[in-house]
T-cell receptor, first 113, second 111 residues
Framework: DVKVTQSSRYLVKRTGEKVFLECVQD?????MFWYRQDPGLGLRLIYFSYDVKMKEKGDIPEGYSVSREKKERFSLILESASTNQTSMYLCASSPGTPNEKLFFGSGTQLSVL | GQQLNQSPQSMFIQEGEDVSMNCTSS?????WLWYKQDPGEGPVLLIA?????ELTSNGRLTAQFGITRKDSFLNISASIPSDVGIYFCAGQGPGTYKYIFGTGTRLKVLA
């Protein structure tokens, strides 16, 4: 089975801090995604990556950046955390071809105080 | 971002009953995925559909890819208490790696 591992289940940070969320997948998938999930707003795409060092903005990239130096690892960076970035963050991966399954990690619940 | 219309939004059912929910889109999809999410957890993939008209089962769950390619259905037979959670669909259109997600159906099972 595909395993998508997010490094933290819960994080509490202060406003203005730089925050790193890490995600690792073990199935040699080409595509990796970062979403945030908020009540009433559903899943919203922040960034995705279709190859090492390649990235594309999603629907809500403002305030975030990403890094993919190795195929299996995709990091989400909050340059200067703000309270409106309190959310559940979900990492996902899929193989490199269209019409494929999307697998999620367990999520990181981030609280910014 | 765009969300798929999913209904019902929530439902209470008696243990042992069958459940149906559906997702509709204004555009066609090549792939439909169905997930279950428990509180505080990531979504778990239940069923994947790739062809119009396709009917696929996973235990008590059955999903169908609509003929028009603009909708999909999920049925749960003989529900049990552990079926409680949020179910949502995801669709992927032609020529894109991005997925669009449904608004979710919250299922509560009364023992």
């Amino acid at each position: 089975d595909v395993k998508v591992t997010q490094s933290s289940r819960y994080l509490v940070k202060r406003t203005g801090e730089k925050v790193f969320l890490e995600c690792v997948q073990d199935m040699d998938h080409e595509n990796m995604f970062w979403y945030r999930q908020d009540p009433g707003l559903g899943l919203r795409l922040i960034y995705f990556s279709y190859d090492v060092k390649m990235k594309e903005k999603g629907d809500i990239p403002e305030g975030y950046s990403v890094s993919r130096e190795k195929k299996e690892r995709f990091s989400l960076i909050l340059e200067s955390a703000s309270t409106n970035q309190t959310s559940m963050y979900l990492c996902a991966s899929s193989p490199g071809t269209p019409n494929e399954k999307l697998f999620f990690g367990s999520g990181t619940q981030l609280s910014v105080l | 971002g765009q969300q798929l219309n999913q209904s019902p939004q929530s439902m209470f059912i008696q243990e042992g009953e069958d459940v149906s929910m559906n997702c509709t889109s204004s555009s066609i999809f090549n792939t439909w995925l169905w997930y279950k999410q428990d509180p505080g957890e990531g979504p778990v993939l239940l069923i994947a559909l790739y062809k119009a008209g396709e009917l696929t089962s996973n235990g008590r769950l059955t999903a169908q890819f609509g003929i028009t390619r603009k909708d999909s259905f999920l049925n749960i037979s003989a529900s049990i208490p552990s079926d409680v959670g949020i179910y949502f669909c995801a669709g992927q259109g032609p020529g894109t790696y991005k997925y669009i997600f449904g608004t979710g159906t919250r299922l509560k099972v009364l023992a």
